[in-house]
């Protein structure tokens, strides 16, 4: 069968994609972590220690976590075993650290690298307790989540966190250089095509690698691509976005705080960003209408209209006509005067709601609804405000335990400007009919 493979001139081996073959064999090798594996790296130095510990790889895809696992494993003399949360459970894991037992009493140990390890549930991950503190494995997990949220702290504590980054622009164009020096032929791409194919790459080196893959599959002899015709070639990777993770929340976390800091366009950059990956529609709006009430509140009462009018109109028009009206709405909060003044005042009021407990109103506010009540003094001398000078009786509406508190204190802007003048003026009305003058 060897002699078949050489006759035809074939590789009796699978072809192997060009992001394996080119897969470090060095630590120094590794692109763009130079904060972690460079001289004075925080990695760089745990091996030169006696012991590295367990740790936790956090960063998005194609940024060498794997590679590093496998290359740690080998610069300590440790055994590399890889496991997949996604495809592993609890008795694999038995079966994993009973193996690890049996490697350590003949002096090996075991470097344990759970790739996804935020997909294992809170009691798969504190099996992994009792191996990791007697030393039977050394941990390391990889995720692309955010580990505050995803992994117990149980677990954390027992590991260091480090933190991968997505591949810049320089450590995307040294990955191109060696593709191009393994294959022995220049990238059919123009010089724009080129930044664009790193642009598409979105930080990521796999990626990177793959979409170099399929232009020198495109290509034919003597062609060379330029921006338009790279975009139809590759059919532009899907944005780096899950919509259930840290994606999600990044974006509309960076679109909320673009709107609050009076920044139209970056709003409207990060709005696109999630139109664009598909984001739930219905789910914008609901933070459109957050925006509205949190961070303008009275200062524009008109934001949570048009917040929730685009809502209506998304409903009634669909997609693409109805984006149009989220788009608007995004520019409206953006560009309204701001004002957490209501916000504030509301969860003052609930701390005091909490604090004070159920105390009784003032009995002049409260209904005589029966002769006893009336005895009792409920509803006596109550001022009827409509009745009253400036429709306005001063009266105090606060139980005598807690005595007047002072919640909302609207800013000088927008509509609340002219809420300020009306306390105000209240406030010196109650002052007067108070002292009597």
Do not use: C
């Not at 001289?39 to 790889?57: K, N, V, Y």
């Not at 294959?183 to 664009?196: D, K, Q």
């Not at 303008?296 to 934001?303: S, T």
């Amino acid at each position: 069968m060897t002699d078949l493979f050489a006759a035809a001139g074939l590789d009796q081996s699978a072809p192997r994609p060009l992001a394996d073959r080119l897969r470090p064999g060095t630590l120094s090798d590794v692109a763009g972590q130079d904060h972690l594996l460079g001289p004075d790296g925080a990695l760089t130095r745990l091996i030169g220690a006696t012991s590295m510990g367990s740790l936790i790889f956090w960063g998005p895809p194609g940024t060498g976590k794997t590679t590093v696992g496998r290359l740690l494993a080998r610069d300590t003399k440790l055994t590399f075993v890889q496991v997949s949360a996604i495809f592993s459970g609890v008795a694999e894991l038995k079966k994993l650290f009973e193996e690890a037992r049996a490697r350590r009493r003949t002096g090996q140990g075991t470097l344990l690298f759970v790739d996804e390890i935020h997909r294992f549930n809170r009691a798969q991950q504190d099996s992994f307790l009792p191996v990791m503190e007697d030393g039977t494995i050394t941990l390391i997990g990889a995720t692309t989540e955010n580990p505050s949220f995803e992994l117990n702290a149980a677990l954390l504590s027992r590991a260091r966190l480090l933190v991968f980054r997505a591949l810049d622009e320089a450590a995307l164009g040294k990955l191109l250089d060696r593709a191009e020096a393994a294959e022995g032929r220049a990238l059919p791409i123009s010089e724009s095509g080129r930044a664009t194919l790193v642009r598409l790459a979105d930080g990521d080196g796999r990626a990177l690698l793959t979409l170099t893959e399929e232009i020198w599959r495109a290509a034919r002899p003597g062609e060379v691509f330029d921006d338009a015709t790279l975009l139809d070639v590759v059919q532009r990777r899907a944005p780096l976005y899950d919509k259930g993770q840290d994606g999600h929340y990044n974006l509309i976390s960076a679109l909320h705080k673009a709107v609050r800091g009076s920044d139209p366009d970056a709003a409207l950059y990060y709005l696109a960003r999630m139109l664009d990956a598909g984001e739930d529609r219905l789910f914008i709006t609901r933070r459109i209408v957050r925006m509205a009430v949190e961070d303008i509140g009275l200062a524009d009462p008109q934001a949570l209209v048009v917040a929730n009018a685009a809502k209506e109109a998304f409903d009634f028009l669909g997609s693409p006509e109805g984006e149009l009206a989220i788009a608007q709405a995004v520019i409206y909060v953006a560009t309204a005067p701001k004002s957490n003044a209501a916000y504030t005042a509301f969860k003052a009021a609930m701390a005091l709601a909490k604090h004070a407990g159920s105390v009784t109103p003032p009995k002049v506010i409260l209904n005589g609804s029966t002769k006893m009540m009336r005895n009792e003094g409920f509803g006596e001398g109550y001022a009827y405000d409509h009745d009253e000078p400036d429709g306005f009786s001063g009266q105090n509406y606060w139980p005598e335990s807690i005595g007047r508190q002072k919640l909302y204190e609207p800013v000088e802007r927008g509509f609340e400007r002219e809420l300020k003048k009306r306390l105000d003026w209240w406030a010196k009305l109650r002052a007067e009919r108070e002292s009597g003058t």
